[in-house]
């Protein structure tokens, strides 16, 4: 079974609260004060937890407290030496160096600087350096194997930073969110909701974004957020276990339909969709307004090729509009095996659940082509590859 965690966030995400759900899942604060001693920043900051209600909801708020007025500017370079020469567990390490990798590239993007060059007082250095990695040490501690995220609110109106005022989501978390595809949208709460650590962790280690996927929990951990809001400013933090899926994977489904195109055009599509990318595409036909005619036109794609997918919709049909779903899918191991029949050479695609062989199916083009060649029968060919391979040891 996987070790998972799914971050459930109405209310956003920021590096306090993603740290104090954590803790509240039990990862215990002790720990995390002594393996962020070997950081040797101890004399900047006092780590505390303690309860706090929300809308009648207790959860937990962990706080890093400045002991400086004004903490220490850091650049990247400063970052990823202070975690190199600490004696982090190595996945805390590696985990802890690619989240400041990806805020670094995102904070450049915004100002025009390179990575190296970014200052990180906008989210504060002391800060972030404990939020990230004490995020990534309770996520050792659990036991984690892969992380799931919910979509994100979008939050609104301006928040002061060192730059001035900045306009809700900031630009830095926008970048963040452009680098992963991430699904957003509008609870109403005019607040900043993510903030750039929140969203760098988020980012970065998640495996997608979207529904929780078919887990069993075991526990539930509540970060508090500071500000009181309309809805309980609490992200939840659900660990638990895989059972049902293999290979869980995030993917978008694309929809749009069309009745004013000739659908000798649609195969063409789909074979530029499959070329882009696209794990499958189909078409059903439909009825719309006014009794016309028209085709459904559905495409399953990876989350990164989302943009891609949809410019070959616009381009080369007429539609004007498309729908998109972000969804969990479970897709069962699978490998490509040969086998030599009377007739040919045929690849076989052979399915797994468990370890254990659960599906068999000939490649189509290698039958049609072998009973093009042969002049037998296709169905033949196809029950003589799948004969051969349940005779195989595998």
Known sequence: MTKIVYLDCPTGIAGDMYLSALVDAGVPLDYLISQLEQLAITEEYQLSAYPLTHNGQVATKVEVQLSAKTPPHRHLPDLKTLIQQANLPQSVEDWSLEVFQQLGQAEAAVHGVSPDEVHFHEVGATDAIIDIVGTCLGLHWLGVEKIYCSPLPTGGGSVKAAHGRLPVPV?????????????IYSNGIE??????????????????????????????????????????????????????????????????????????????????????GALDVFTQAITMKKSRLGSLVTVICPVDKISECEAILFRETTTIGIRRQIQNRNALKREVQTVKTAYGEVRVKVAFLQGKVVNVQPEYEDCVRLAQQQQVALKKIQDSAIALFSASPN
Do not use: C
């Not at 630009?171 to 699904?183: G, Q």
């Not at 659900?238 to 049902?244: A, M, Y």
């Open 171 to 183: 630009p830095a978390v926008v970048k963040l969110w452009e680098s992963r595809n991430v699904p």
């Open 191 to 276: 607040k900043e909701l993510v903030t750039p650590t929140g969203a760098a962790l988020a980012v970065t280690l998640a495996e997608g974004f979207g529904h929780a996927p078919a887990m069993t929990i075991q526990k539930v951990g509540l970060g508090a957020g500071t500000a009181s809001l309309s809805l309980p400013n609490i992200l939840r933090l659900w660990v638990g276990e895989i059972t049902t899926a293999e290979n869980l994977e995030t993917v978008a489904v694309l929809e749009t339909q069309i009745d004013d195109l000739s659908p000798q055009v649609l195969p063409y599509v789909q074979q530029l969709l499959f070329s882009a």
